[in-house]
């Protein structure tokens, strides 16, 4: 059985950070492009972004380009997303996802993930 739980989330203060975690189980983790994706309150869910199978190719959206950085680790079976430079904007749940592919997918393709977790909140407010 696929599962992905995600960890790390909470309340941070306009310009603070955190380091959110996905631990994956149930397949091959560094077979698949995986990724992840938010969703604020009343709001439809945003694709954040994107990383290869290896690590090597990663993508992000434009409104957390420069502040966000994805990464894996294959050997702990583990995605992260460091968020630096917060902004209340980026209040939301935080869901990382699992694609059918080795590579990332083309931007029509960003949300053709098979498989999600059950999110982390990150709220941010002063």
Same mark, same amino acid.
């Given at each position: ?12 203060? *306009? ?11 149930? %397949?091959? %983790? ?10 604020? *309150?009343? +709001?439809? &869910? ?12 990663? $993508?992000?959206? $434009?409104?957390? +380009?420069? &502040? %966000? #950085? ?7 079976? #583990? ?7 917060? +902004? *209340?904007? $980026? ?6 996802? +699992? ?5 990332? *997918?083309?931007?029509? &393709?960003?949300?053709?993930? $098979? ?12």
């Amino acid at each position: 059985e696929v599962q992905l739980v995600e960890s790390g989330g909470g309340l941070v203060q *306009p310009g603070g950070s955190l380091r959110l975690s996905c631990a994956a189980s149930g %397949f091959t %983790f560094s077979n698949y492009a995986m990724s992840w994706v938010r969703q604020a *309150p009343g +709001k439809g &869910r945003e694709w954040v972004s994107a990383i290869n199978w290896g690590g090597s190719s990663t $993508d992000y959206a $434009d409104s957390v +380009k420069g &502040r %966000f #950085t994805i990464s894996r680790d294959n050997a702990r079976n #583990t995605l992260y997303l460091q968020i630096n430079s917060l +902004k *209340p904007e $980026d209040t939301a749940m935080y869901y990382c996802a +699992k694609y059918r592919v080795t590579q990332i *997918p083309t931007t029509a &393709r960003r949300y053709e993930y $098979d498989y999600w977790g059950q999110g982390t909140q990150v709220t941010v407010s002063s």
